[in-house]
């Protein structure tokens, strides 16, 4: 399924490379196990795989990040294993960074007996001052006995170990914030999801990403580009504790218009119920964005084509839409939708007496989708908004049938103002079949459905983005821009063909666009579908 075309743009043709890449290449994704994946994530997986699988025959690592015992969980884990499976991304070996606990201990040890470390117990605010001010801490020149004495005190999680944490002695004047003697051990009494009470203490990213790098055997260490100032601390860390080389490669972050990437916000608003949870399709996660109707050779395409640009911008979601057009298209086979409400009833003079039915190909161009039953008949339905268009003897074109003039419409006493201001609903219509008219020439080309035949009721769901501004301010509270209103259902009535389509299945409904089908008709129960968006402002 879902393998049309646009296979033109195959993994290898990305003009995206790495430095010396002759003895192997080892990349690591390493997500913190405390939310789902969103597409940013996506686009660091599936850049990670992409060299160590298309590009280069190297292999790739998935560690979980589990270092903020507050934060993490296992379903969060589960879950980032199974969404790398469904972007077709295989990690050759899964590790965390706890199983690195007891090494990255022994590091801090070394570094704190070759004075290349110290505890610190300055209070946040007056630290962050204290470094932006180049000031040195008072506890920077004190005693290898003592720095590891308070290590040991924060190892056993005391009251006092609680107090104090480990800072790399790098350099305090220097012009890169970074290397003002970052901190690289926390004390932190709560339990961890994996190592239980084992462990009081807890290292940094800025320590743990470059040694579990080096012992892992990574060569190339994927970063986004507000790393960039972190990597001469990086070096420095590999240096200071004598551990292998690796190299650091930043790529742009990802940001969509209109949508947060940020697990924190998107744990708020799971919580508050903004959503139906993390594979709500207004999400901009893995999960969420497929089942909005987005193919994974669609997203694969429009993250390798962005692969090596290194500045952010702030994309519009149509790019990513009209891409995964390109893959919809040639596979999504046609149907047929009439909305429920104020839903005419049709007689078509003309039409055989008794009704019957035709096999027709699901798409005109591709006849491998398979074939779907087309009933004709006398009695049809047509949507409101098309009936209540038409003039007195007006020629129209009944879609995949043939051209009918329209002779006696029905209209409600009620002006009820539908399309232009004195339009009043259709209540009953008859048509005259007029086959021999060409339909190339009808402006009016309308779907409608034979009621000989069992309709399927459906649902037919649109949504909206979830923030009404197109991008957030640093300072900006994310709930105050929040949609009111995204999501909207339309009722309607779908041909017989229709309620043998399963969950997943991607169709398009004659003239109004693409849909994933969300649940299958099932015990009379209406079929969901969501609509696909194409990049097209509707
Ligand atoms: P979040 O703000 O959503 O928590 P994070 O960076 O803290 O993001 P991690 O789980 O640590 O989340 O991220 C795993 C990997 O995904 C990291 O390598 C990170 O650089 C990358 N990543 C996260 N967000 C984006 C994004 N918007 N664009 C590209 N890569 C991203
Ligand atoms: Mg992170
Ligand atoms: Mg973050």
Request: hydrophobic residues 35%; negative net charge.
């Amino acid at each position: 399924k879902n393998d049309g075309k646009a296979k033109e743009d195959d993994g290898a043709s990305y003009d995206i490379g790495l430095q010396d890449t002759e003895q192997g290449v080892v990349t690591r994704f390493p997500p913190e196990p405390s939310g789902y994946l969103h597409i940013g994530h996506a686009k660091a997986a599936l850049l990670n795989d992409y060299f160590a699988h298309k590009k280069y025959k190297g292999k790739l690592i998935l560690r979980f990040d589990d270092t903020n015992p507050l934060k993490e969980k296992q379903e969060f884990e589960d879950s980032i294993v199974h969404d790398l499976e469904l972007m077709g991304i295989k990690p050759d070996q899964v590790t965390h960074t706890s199983d690195y606990f007891q090494e990255l201990y022994d590091y801090c040890v070394q570094m704190l007996k070759d004075g290349m470390a110290y505890a610190d117990n300055t209070p946040q605010d007056i630290l962050r001052d204290e470094r932006m001010k180049k000031i040195e801490s008072k506890n920077r020149n004190n005693s290898i006995e003592e720095n590891l004495a308070h290590f040991e005190e924060m190892k056993k999680g005391s009251e006092e170990g609680t107090k104090w944490y480990i800072r790399a002695k790098l350099d305090m004047q220097s012009l890169n914030g970074a290397m003002r003697d970052p901190v690289v051990y926390r004390c932190s009494p709560e339990p961890h999801h994996r190592t239980g009470s084992t462990w009081k203490i807890y290292p940094t990213y800025d320590f743990a990403c470059p040694v579990v790098d080096a012992v892992e055997g990574v060569t190339h260490a994927l970063r986004t580009t507000e790393y960039n100032d972190r990597d001469a601390q990086y070096q420095w860390m590999l240096k200071a504790l004598k551990l292998r080389h690796v190299y650091n490669w930043n790529f742009a972050r990802m940001a969509f218009i209109k949508t947060f990437l940020s697990k924190r916000k998107l744990t708020k608003i799971v919580d508050n119920g903004g959503v139906w949870g993390w594979d709500d399709p207004r999400m901009p996660t893995v999960r969420g964005i497929r089942r909005r109707g987005m193919t994974i050779e669609a997203l694969q395409e429009f993250i390798l084509k962005q692969g090596p640009s290194k500045s952010i911008t702030l994309m519009d979601w149509s790019s990513f839409w009209a891409t995964n057009k390109k893959y919809i298209d040639p596979v999504a086979g046609r149907y047929t939708a009439v909305t429920k409400q104020d839903v005419v009833h049709c007689t078509v003079v003309g039409a055989r007496e008794a009704p019957y039915h035709e096999e027709k190909d699901l798409h005109a161009k591709n006849a491998s989708v398979g074939k779907k039953k087309v009933y004709y008949s006398k009695r049809i339905i047509l949507d409101q908004a098309d009936a209540a268009s038409f003039a007195q003897d007006e020629e129209i074109t009944l879609m995949n049938w043939g051209n009918a003039i329209v002779r006696n419409v029905g209209r409600s006493l009620n002006p009820l103002p539908l399309i232009t201001g004195d339009e009043r609903k259709v209540t009953s219509l008859e048509l005259e079949l007029h086959l021999q008219g060409d339909v190339k020439k009808t402006s009016k080309k309308v779907t409608w459905l034979s009621e000989d035949q069992e309709l399927t009721p459906v649902q037919l769901y649109d949504f909206d983005y979830l923030l009404t501004k197109d991008k957030l301010d640093e300072d900006d509270e994310f709930e105050k821009f929040l949609n009111p209103k995204t999501s909207e259902m339309t009722e309607a009535l779908a041909d017989v063909n229709v309620a043998g389509l399963k969950e997943d299945d991607i169709i398009q409904f004659d003239r109004r666009g693409y849909f994933r089908c969300d649940r299958a008709f099932k015990n009379g129960e209406p079929a969901v579908f969501f609509q696909i968006p194409t990049g097209k402002a509707k």
